[in-house]
Every structure is written in structure tokens, then in C-alpha cells.
């Protein structure tokens, strides 16, 4: 089994780069347990998580608001699925909450909003996921002209105008299959390697490898992982974005013990 590691990653050494840590094949019901145990840690420091989903929250409000003021609401759409390319690195807060939980430490806000400065690498890893928003925002925005053209209309429009139109619903499969495509590579990249900048002194590129290493030993647990936290996501946002003050950090706490699953020591 090592020789085929090997082979598929190529030889750490020769190619010049740090050795990856063990990575475990897990089985498929992990995902209720690191659930649960997300549950559980939120309910342990409900503060600290209610603190950042309202955070999110409001900015989504203010967003929609101000959007809707200039008459181009529907881009509330598109922007909102891209946050959920940044959540990973938004979250590292919520990680660091699971982190001292599981040392039994005790953590404060700020301690948590402290915790993205643990490892110097997390700008990289935050540079990253942002490139990728704005090849999403820039994507939707040249799928919707393809289709339509002009300017995206308000949002109360939107449905009338655009998907009731007869090119609507090759334009939304358009859209979902390129962010989908956009949205599994940010989860392969950020889904170990965040939470693992916070608790490793190594680089951002050991860090995207691993992660991408553990998501293809693991890649049906993952697709459905990856299901799960979609549908989180999904109904924070839906509830007029107030689900995320609950959503948010249960996704983020869960995303930290499928990391400790996932990684060996």
C-alpha cells in the first residue's frame, strides 16, 4: 500500500517537500459522529458560536440590503455561494474552540478570534479560497451575461425574469455545475489543511496536500461530508441568514474532529 502511496503522490523527498503525516481511511458513519461531537462543542461554548454565526448574520443583511438599494439584489445569490468557499477560513475561530475543548482548556472570544495568527501559513490558505470567490463571482457573472446579458436585475424580478425565461434552466445548470466544480476544489484544499495550519507548524502547501490526500483515500465519506456541510450552510442562509448564528459553528466545530479523524498524529 505505501509503494502505491508513492507512486500516485510522487516521493516527497526527491521532489524537495516536506513528508505528508499519516492519513487514516475512515469508515462512512463517521460523519454523525463528528456531528454530534460539533453539537456538543457548540453546546459547550454557545457564546463563542452564537457570537460568530450573528457576525455573518448581519453582514449578510447589510449585504442584501445594500444590493437590493442599488437595485442589483440577485447578485445576493451568486455572493452567498461563494461564501461558503471562504467559511473554512471565517471559521478558524470555531476551530480553536474544539481544539482547547478536546485539551480541556479553557478559550475565550478572544482567544478564538486570535487563533487565525497561530500559524503565519493561514494568510496563504486565505489568499486562496479568495481567489477562488472572485473566479466564482467572475464566472457567474459571465454565465448570466451569455444568457441574458445586461445587468443582473433585483431580486424580486430575478424569478419572473430569469428563471421563468426558456433559456432559465440551462442557465441555472450552467451556474450550478461551474460553481460545483469551483466549490469541490475549495473543499478538497481547506477541508484538513485549515484546521491543520492551526495545529502544526507546517506550510501551506504540506497542508493543501494532505487535505487533498485524505479527501481521495476518503473520497465517498467526503462526497457526502462535503453534502453535509452544504445543507448547513444551505439553511443558515435560507432563514434569512440567521441560521448561521446556529449552522456556522456546528458545521465549523464538525469540520475539527473529521480533521483529528482524518489525520494521524
Not at 474552540?97 to 478570534?113: F, K, N, Y
Not at 489543511?193 to 506550510?203: A, H, Y
Request: charged share 10%; net charge positive.
Amino acid at each position: 500500500m505505501r509503494r502505491s502511496h508513492h507512486a500516485q503522490y510522487g516521493d516527497p523527498a526527491m521532489a524537495g517537500l516536506e513528508p505528508l503525516p499519516a492519513v487514516r481511511q475512515v469508515t462512512v458513519d463517521r460523519s454523525t459522529t463528528w456531528l454530534e461531537r460539533g453539537f456538543n462543542d457548540f453546546g459547550a461554548h454557545p457564546g463563542i458560536g452564537l457570537a460568530y454565526g450573528a457576525v455573518f448574520a448581519a453582514l449578510g443583511w447589510l449585504l442584501t440590503f445594500g444590493l437590493a438599494e442599488l437595485g442589483m439584489g440577485s447578485l445576493i445569490l451568486p455572493l452567498a455561494a461563494g461564501f461558503m468557499l471562504l467559511a473554512p477560513f471565517f471559521a478558524v475561530g470555531l476551530y480553536e474552540v474544539s481544539r482547547r475543548r478536546e485539551m480541556g482548556e479553557h478559550i475565550t472570544l478572544r482567544q478564538a478570534l486570535g487563533a487565525v495568527r497561530r500559524n503565519g501559513q493561514m494568510a496563504d490558505m486565505g489568499l486562496v479560497l479568495m481567489l477562488l470567490f472572485f473566479v466564482w463571482f467572475q464566472i457567474a457573472m459571465v454565465i448570466f451575461a451569455l444568457f441574458f446579458g445586461g445587468r443582473p436585475p433585483a431580486l424580486n424580478e430575478f424569478f419572473s425574469q430569469i428563471l421563468m425565461a426558456p433559456q432559465g434552466v440551462a442557465f441555472l445548470i450552467t451556474g450550478t455545475v461551474a460553481g460545483g466544480v469551483l466549490a469541490a476544489i475549495a473543499f478538497a484544499l481547506s477541508v484538513v489543511s485549515i484546521p491543520m495550519l492551526l495545529e502544526r507548524k507546517v506550510s501551506a502547501l504540506t497542508a493543501m496536500r494532505t487535505s487533498l490526500k485524505a479527501v481521495w483515500l476518503n473520497r465517498m465519506n467526503m462526497i457526502g461530508w462535503a453534502a453535509t456541510l452544504a445543507t448547513l450552510g444551505f439553511l443558515g442562509v435560507s432563514f434569512l441568514f440567521i441560521g448561521l448564528a446556529v449552522t456556522l459553528p456546528i458545521a465549523a466545530h464538525a469540520s475539527w474532529h473529521a480533521y483529528r479523524d482524518l489525520v494521524g498524529e
